[in-house]
Protein backbone atom coordinates (compact mmCIF):
# COMPACT_ATOMS: atom_id res chain seq x y z
CA UNK A 1 0.00 0.00 0.00
CA UNK A 2 0.96 3.44 -0.95
CA UNK A 3 -0.55 6.28 1.20
CA UNK A 4 -0.34 10.40 1.75
CA UNK A 5 -1.60 10.22 5.64
CA UNK A 6 -1.32 14.01 5.39
CA UNK A 7 0.00 13.96 9.36
CA UNK A 8 -3.41 12.30 9.94
CA UNK A 9 -5.03 15.54 9.94
CA UNK A 10 -8.19 14.56 7.89
CA UNK A 11 -10.53 16.72 5.74
CA UNK A 12 -12.13 18.37 8.74
CA UNK A 13 -9.01 19.64 10.24
CA UNK A 14 -8.67 17.24 13.22
CA UNK A 15 -5.79 14.95 14.03
CA UNK A 16 -7.11 11.86 14.48
CA UNK A 17 -4.48 8.80 13.88
CA UNK A 18 -7.29 6.28 14.79
CA UNK A 19 -8.51 6.78 11.40
CA UNK A 20 -5.49 6.53 9.69
CA UNK A 21 -5.34 2.96 12.10
CA UNK A 22 -8.87 1.74 10.72
CA UNK A 23 -7.70 2.11 7.14
CA UNK A 24 -4.52 0.53 7.59
CA UNK A 25 -5.73 -2.29 9.44
CA UNK A 26 -8.32 -3.07 7.20
CA UNK A 27 -6.11 -3.98 4.12
CA UNK A 28 -3.24 -4.97 6.20
CA UNK A 29 -1.06 -4.85 3.86
CA UNK A 30 2.62 -6.68 3.91
CA UNK A 31 4.66 -3.70 2.64
CA UNK A 32 3.45 0.25 3.55
CA UNK A 33 4.75 3.47 1.59
CA UNK A 34 3.71 6.43 3.57
CA UNK A 35 4.03 9.97 2.93
CA UNK A 36 3.74 13.02 4.83
CA UNK A 37 4.18 11.14 8.75
CA UNK A 38 5.10 13.37 11.44
CA UNK A 39 7.74 13.22 14.28
CA UNK A 40 7.43 15.61 17.35
CA UNK A 41 5.38 18.27 15.92
CA UNK A 42 3.16 19.98 18.00
CA UNK A 43 0.06 19.90 15.15
CA UNK A 44 -0.04 15.97 15.68
CA UNK A 45 0.83 15.78 19.44
CA UNK A 46 4.36 15.48 19.50
CA UNK A 47 3.85 11.79 18.73
CA UNK A 48 6.51 9.57 15.84
CA UNK A 49 3.60 8.34 14.26
CA UNK A 50 5.24 5.75 11.86
CA UNK A 51 6.45 4.51 15.42
CA UNK A 52 2.88 4.66 17.06
CA UNK A 53 1.23 3.09 13.84
CA UNK A 54 3.57 0.47 13.62
CA UNK A 55 3.31 -0.50 17.57
CA UNK A 56 -0.78 -0.48 16.65
CA UNK A 57 -0.80 -2.80 14.01
CA UNK A 58 2.33 -5.20 15.04
CA UNK A 59 5.07 -4.47 12.26
CA UNK A 60 8.10 -5.65 13.28
CA UNK A 61 10.39 -3.15 10.79
CA UNK A 62 9.78 0.28 10.62
CA UNK A 63 12.05 2.83 8.26
CA UNK A 64 11.79 6.34 8.21
CA UNK A 65 13.49 9.36 6.11
CA UNK A 66 12.42 12.82 7.59
CA UNK A 67 12.95 15.16 4.82
CA UNK A 68 11.62 18.66 6.24
CA UNK A 69 12.62 19.90 9.83
CA UNK A 70 10.55 22.27 11.69
CA UNK A 71 11.20 24.54 14.40
CA UNK A 72 9.53 21.77 16.74
CA UNK A 73 9.96 18.29 14.96
CA UNK A 74 10.14 16.89 11.66
CA UNK A 75 8.47 14.74 9.14
CA UNK A 76 8.88 12.83 5.61
CA UNK A 77 8.11 9.35 4.18
CA UNK A 78 7.89 5.93 6.18
CA UNK A 79 7.92 2.22 5.16
CA UNK A 80 6.34 -0.13 7.37
CA UNK A 81 7.04 -3.84 6.95
CA UNK A 82 6.22 -7.33 7.83
CA UNK A 83 9.64 -8.67 6.68
CA UNK A 84 13.02 -8.09 7.77
CA UNK A 85 14.37 -4.47 6.31
CA UNK A 86 18.29 -5.53 5.69
CA UNK A 87 18.99 -1.97 3.94
CA UNK A 88 17.43 1.70 4.30
CA UNK A 89 18.81 5.06 3.15
CA UNK A 90 16.79 8.51 2.57
CA UNK A 91 18.44 10.00 -1.16
CA UNK A 92 17.75 13.48 -0.93
CA UNK A 93 15.62 14.56 -4.17
CA UNK A 94 15.76 18.54 -2.98
CA UNK A 95 15.93 20.90 -6.18
CA UNK A 96 17.82 24.19 -5.64
CA UNK A 97 15.80 26.38 -2.65
CA UNK A 98 12.24 24.33 -3.00
CA UNK A 99 10.85 22.54 -0.55
CA UNK A 100 13.43 19.81 0.61
CA UNK A 101 11.36 16.51 -0.88
CA UNK A 102 13.35 12.79 -0.56
CA UNK A 103 12.77 9.12 -1.39
CA UNK A 104 13.51 6.03 0.97
CA UNK A 105 15.06 3.08 -0.20
CA UNK A 106 14.74 -0.11 1.64
CA UNK A 107 15.94 -3.44 0.97
CA UNK A 108 13.31 -5.92 2.44
CA UNK A 109 14.03 -9.66 2.57
CA UNK A 110 10.84 -11.83 1.85
CA UNK A 111 11.83 -15.30 2.50
CA UNK A 112 14.92 -17.58 1.75
CA UNK A 113 14.41 -20.47 -0.38
CA UNK A 114 17.06 -23.37 -0.12
CA UNK A 115 19.19 -20.72 0.98
CA UNK A 116 18.56 -18.06 -1.20
CA UNK A 117 17.46 -14.64 -0.29
CA UNK A 118 14.38 -13.38 -2.45
CA UNK A 119 15.10 -9.13 -1.98
CA UNK A 120 12.54 -6.56 -3.00
CA UNK A 121 13.95 -3.15 -3.77
CA UNK A 122 11.36 -0.46 -2.43
CA UNK A 123 11.77 3.26 -3.33
CA UNK A 124 9.08 5.26 -1.44
CA UNK A 125 9.21 8.73 -2.72
CA UNK A 126 7.28 12.06 -2.18
CA UNK A 127 8.30 14.17 -5.37
CA UNK A 128 7.36 18.18 -5.85
CA UNK A 129 5.10 20.62 -7.35
CA UNK A 130 6.18 21.11 -10.66
CA UNK A 131 6.38 19.18 -13.50
CA UNK A 132 10.28 20.67 -14.12
CA UNK A 133 10.98 19.67 -10.44
CA UNK A 134 10.00 16.31 -10.99
CA UNK A 135 11.55 15.71 -13.88
CA UNK A 136 14.70 16.66 -12.16
CA UNK A 137 13.99 14.92 -8.97
CA UNK A 138 13.29 11.81 -11.24
CA UNK A 139 16.49 12.21 -12.74
CA UNK A 140 18.39 12.31 -8.75
CA UNK A 141 16.17 9.14 -7.83
CA UNK A 142 18.03 7.10 -11.14
CA UNK A 143 21.63 8.09 -10.48
CA UNK A 144 21.38 6.74 -7.12
CA UNK A 145 23.46 4.32 -5.96
CA UNK A 146 20.69 2.45 -4.92
CA UNK A 147 18.69 2.60 -7.91
CA UNK A 148 21.58 2.61 -10.79
CA UNK A 149 22.87 -0.61 -9.23
CA UNK A 150 20.50 -2.45 -9.45
CA UNK A 151 19.34 -4.95 -12.36
CA UNK A 152 16.01 -5.34 -14.37
CA UNK A 153 15.21 -8.44 -13.25
CA UNK A 154 15.54 -7.12 -9.16
CA UNK A 155 12.08 -7.18 -8.42
CA UNK A 156 11.11 -3.39 -7.75
CA UNK A 157 8.50 -1.07 -6.96
CA UNK A 158 8.68 2.49 -6.62
CA UNK A 159 5.69 4.31 -4.73
CA UNK A 160 4.28 7.29 -3.22
CA UNK A 161 2.83 10.46 -4.21
CA UNK A 162 3.77 11.49 -7.27
CA UNK A 163 1.85 14.66 -7.37
CA UNK A 164 2.20 14.16 -11.32
CA UNK A 165 -1.18 15.23 -12.70
CA UNK A 166 -0.30 15.10 -16.17
CA UNK A 167 1.32 11.52 -16.35
CA UNK A 168 3.95 13.21 -17.76
CA UNK A 169 6.78 11.02 -15.55
CA UNK A 170 5.08 8.03 -16.65
CA UNK A 171 6.34 7.40 -20.28
CA UNK A 172 9.74 7.61 -18.79
CA UNK A 173 9.15 4.75 -16.28
CA UNK A 174 7.44 2.47 -18.79
CA UNK A 175 9.43 3.04 -21.74
CA UNK A 176 12.74 4.27 -20.68
CA UNK A 177 13.28 2.54 -17.39
CA UNK A 178 10.87 -0.55 -18.29
CA UNK A 179 8.88 -0.72 -15.70
CA UNK A 180 4.97 -1.02 -15.45
CA UNK A 181 2.26 1.17 -13.85
CA UNK A 182 0.52 -0.90 -11.32
CA UNK A 183 -2.52 1.68 -10.64
CA UNK A 184 -2.98 2.38 -14.51
CA UNK A 185 -6.12 -0.40 -15.55
CA UNK A 186 -6.36 0.50 -19.04
CA UNK A 187 -2.79 1.47 -21.36
CA UNK A 188 -5.84 2.07 -24.09
CA UNK A 189 -8.00 5.21 -22.37
CA UNK A 190 -4.96 5.81 -19.98
CA UNK A 191 -7.16 5.60 -16.95
CA UNK A 192 -5.29 5.32 -13.64
CA UNK A 193 -6.76 5.01 -10.11
CA UNK A 194 -7.78 8.89 -8.99
CA UNK A 195 -7.25 9.28 -4.89
CA UNK A 196 -6.84 13.03 -4.78
CA UNK A 197 -8.68 14.86 -3.13
CA UNK A 198 -9.98 11.85 -1.18
CA UNK A 199 -14.03 12.98 -0.57
CA UNK A 200 -14.07 13.18 -4.61
CA UNK A 201 -10.89 12.08 -6.67
CA UNK A 202 -10.09 13.67 -9.77
CA UNK A 203 -6.41 13.00 -9.71
CA UNK A 204 -4.25 10.44 -10.07
CA UNK A 205 -1.18 11.13 -7.34
CA UNK A 206 -0.66 8.36 -6.09
CA UNK A 207 0.96 5.44 -8.17
CA UNK A 208 3.32 2.36 -7.83
CA UNK A 209 5.61 1.04 -10.33
CA UNK A 210 7.17 -2.58 -11.03
CA UNK A 211 9.93 -4.17 -12.60
CA UNK A 212 11.25 -7.49 -12.26
CA UNK A 213 10.48 -10.62 -11.00
CA UNK A 214 6.93 -9.26 -9.96
CA UNK A 215 3.27 -9.95 -11.55
CA UNK A 216 0.64 -7.71 -10.00
CA UNK A 217 -2.73 -9.40 -9.28
CA UNK A 218 -4.78 -6.59 -8.58
CA UNK A 219 -4.99 -2.99 -8.05
CA UNK A 220 -7.78 -0.42 -5.87
CA UNK A 221 -8.10 2.38 -3.89
CA UNK A 222 -9.27 1.97 -0.53
CA UNK A 223 -13.23 2.34 -0.97
CA UNK A 224 -13.99 2.63 3.19
CA UNK A 225 -15.70 5.49 4.12
CA UNK A 226 -13.85 6.87 7.03
CA UNK A 227 -11.07 7.32 3.72
CA UNK A 228 -12.25 9.98 2.42
CA UNK A 229 -12.29 12.22 5.53
CA UNK A 230 -8.83 10.46 7.00
CA UNK A 231 -6.46 12.57 4.95
CA UNK A 232 -6.67 14.40 1.40
CA UNK A 233 -5.31 11.11 -0.04
CA UNK A 234 -7.42 8.04 -0.54
CA UNK A 235 -4.49 5.04 -0.60
CA UNK A 236 -3.42 2.85 -2.97
CA UNK A 237 -3.19 -1.36 -2.48
CA UNK A 238 -1.81 -3.58 -4.92
CA UNK A 239 -1.27 -7.33 -4.92
CA UNK A 240 1.94 -9.06 -6.20
CA UNK A 241 2.98 -12.24 -6.80
CA UNK A 242 6.65 -12.58 -6.85
CA UNK A 243 8.45 -15.12 -9.49
Known sequence: MTYNIHRAIGMDRRFRPERIHQVLEHHRADVLLLQEVDDGVPRSRHVDLAREL??????????????????RGRYGNATLSRYPILRERNIDLTVAQRKRRGCQHTRILLEKVAGHPHELEVFNLHLGLSASERSRQLGMLVRSDEFSSMSPQQPCLVGGDFNDWRSLLQPIFTEILSFRCATQHSRRHGRSLRTYPSFSPGGALDRIYYRGRLRMLSSRVCRLRVSKVASDHLPVVVDFELH
Open 54 to 71: ADLMDYPHVAVGHNVKLR
